[in-house]
Nanobody
Framework: QVQLAESGGGLVQPGGSLRLSCAAS????????MGWFRQAPGKQRELVAG???????YYKDSVKGRFTISRDNTGNTVYLQMNSLKPEDTAVYSC?????????????????WGQGTQVTVSS
């Protein structure tokens, strides 16, 4: 069993930055795909960024150049650095683990989920 715990969410003004962390326990996660999803009120959950076991990355078009995903396999932690935040980035952000080689954009492709952390971008 794997447990994922997110931290780092909060309230930030437009143009500001936040760094989300997701700590994994229960299994070494170095060989798994990790993803950051978000879900805004009334919208479907969507993949924001993903990172494979060898460091390949995926970004949703709307966050390219603003968000960076990274992983620390020694510390079993994946990060999402979010810069130049916009009000439309407001959502609950969740990390997820996928037992596979390739990054999937579908929620059904992920085996374990964290509980999520709220990110609110507002002045």
């Amino acid at each position: 069993q794997v447990q994922l715990a997110e931290s780092g969410g909060g309230l930030v003004q437009p143009g500001g930055s936040l760094r989300l962390s997701c700590a994994a326990s229960g299994r070494s996660f170095s060989r798994y795909v990790m993803g950051w999803f978000r879900q805004a009120p009334g919208k479907q959950r969507e993949l924001v960024a993903g990172i494979s076991s060898i460091g390949g990355t995926y970004y949703k078009d709307s966050v390219k150049g603003r968000f960076t995903i990274s992983r620390d396999n020694t510390g079993n932690t994946v990060y999402l650095q979010m810069n130049s935040l916009k009000p439309e980035d407001t959502a609950v952000y969740s990390c997820a683990l996928r037992d596979g080689l390739l990054i999937s954009t579908s929620t059904t492709g992920y085996n374990y989920w964290g509980q999520g952390t709220q990110v609110t971008v507002s002045s």
